[in-house]
């Protein structure tokens, strides 16, 4: 029986999702439930991608298989029950054999959440305490830049892919409404490469720094060198904030 699972998650303790040698992390905390709760069976997640060290998640979602039929909300509460509070699984579903997680992505939406004003010590892991304050309509023109299918191999790690194409369906900046130093980045993709995210956000601070020009964004996607691309974004301001299957 195959079943889906939707989980958010505090990742400023972990050193990312996906299980690894050395340091916690948030796939081998899940795991470790499961084990329990399937009979000291080991039962593998299979996310729909992973995240790195630091960053957050708000609706992850990642499939599993036992070998026999539990009643969702019991397995939802049983889970709960005995994994960290840093992880909260919010919905498990039964869902086809043939599905997967992480193939059957249609569309994922990131945020990244930065703040400009004083420098706040209780949200430094879950804001980006930028501290300065940034043009937000020239940042807002370089998002839209941003959208569409493009090589963006200026934004990742050359190393670690062979494919670089992605679409990015839309893009948009909030401003929080009650305070209006907390802005919120909005991406929403076919897929990301790995820092993807962080590094057009890195681009789009200097941007809004005066250090680069919106249409630089043309000139950076088209020379396909990571060199030509901003800082790296921390981690702490970044959210997985949705995975959509619906076709």
């Given at each position: 029986?195959?079943?889906?699972?939707?989980?958010?998650?505090?990742?400023s303790?972990y050193?990312?999702?996906?299980?690894?040698p050395?340091?916690?992390?948030?796939?081998?905390?899940?795991?470790?439930?499961l084990?329990?709760?399937?009979?000291?069976?080991a039962?593998t997640?299979h996310?729909?991608?992973?995240?790195d060290?630091?960053?957050?998640a708000?609706?992850?979602?990642a499939?599993?298989?036992?070998?026999?039929?539990?009643?969702v909300?019991?397995?939802?509460h049983?889970?709960?029950?005995?994994?960290?509070?840093?992880?909260?699984?919010?919905?498990?579903?039964?869902?086809?054999?043939?599905?997967?997680?992480?193939?059957?992505?249609?569309?994922k939406?990131?945020?990244y959440?930065l703040?400009m004003?004083?420098?706040?010590p209780?949200?430094?892991?879950?804001v980006?305490?930028?501290?300065?304050k940034?043009?937000i309509?020239e940042m807002?023109?370089?998002l839209?830049?941003?959208?569409?299918?493009?090589?963006?191999?200026?934004?990742?790690k050359?190393?670690?892919e062979?494919?670089?194409?992605r679409t990015?369906i839309?893009?948009n900046?909030l401003?929080?409404?009650k305070n209006?130093?907390?802005?919120?980045?909005?991406f929403?993709?076919?897929g990301?490469?790995r820092?993807?995210?962080r590094?057009m956000?890195?681009t789009?601070?200097?941007i809004?720094?005066?250090?680069?020009?919106?249409?630089d964004?043309?000139?950076?996607?088209?020379a396909?060198?990571?060199?030509?691309?901003?800082?790296?974004?921390?981690?702490s301001?970044l959210?997985?904030?949705?995975?959509?299957?619906?076709?």
């Amino acid at each position: 029986m195959r079943y889906l699972m939707t989980f958010s998650y505090d990742g400023s303790k972990y050193q990312g999702y996906q299980k690894q040698p050395n340091g916690k992390t948030i796939q081998e905390e899940i795991e470790k439930s499961l084990f329990k709760i399937a009979g000291n069976t080991a039962i593998t997640i299979h996310a729909s991608g992973r995240t790195d060290a630091g960053v957050h998640a708000i609706n992850q979602k990642a499939h599993f298989d036992l070998d026999y039929k539990i009643e969702v909300d019991r397995l939802k509460h049983s889970l709960n029950s005995m994994i960290s509070n840093d992880v909260y699984i919010k919905k498990i579903e039964i869902v086809e054999n043939d599905f997967h997680a992480r193939f059957d992505v249609i569309s994922k939406e990131y945020i990244y959440k930065l703040n400009m004003g004083e420098y706040n010590p209780i949200e430094k892991d879950y804001v980006f305490q930028c501290c300065e304050k940034l043009d937000i309509n020239e940042m807002m023109r370089g998002l839209k830049y941003l959208e569409g299918t493009h090589d963006f191999r200026s934004f990742t790690k050359v190393d670690e892919e062979k494919d670089f194409e992605r679409t990015i369906i839309r893009t948009n900046l909030l401003i929080d409404s009650k305070n209006k130093n907390l802005i919120t980045f909005i991406f929403v993709g076919t897929g990301f490469l790995r820092y993807q995210v962080r590094n057009m956000v890195g681009t789009l601070i200097e941007i809004g720094k005066g250090k680069k020009k919106s249409t630089d964004i043309i000139d950076i996607l088209e020379a396909k060198d990571r060199r030509k691309a901003g800082i790296t974004a921390p981690s702490s301001g970044l959210y997985l904030n949705n995975v959509d299957y619906s076709k």
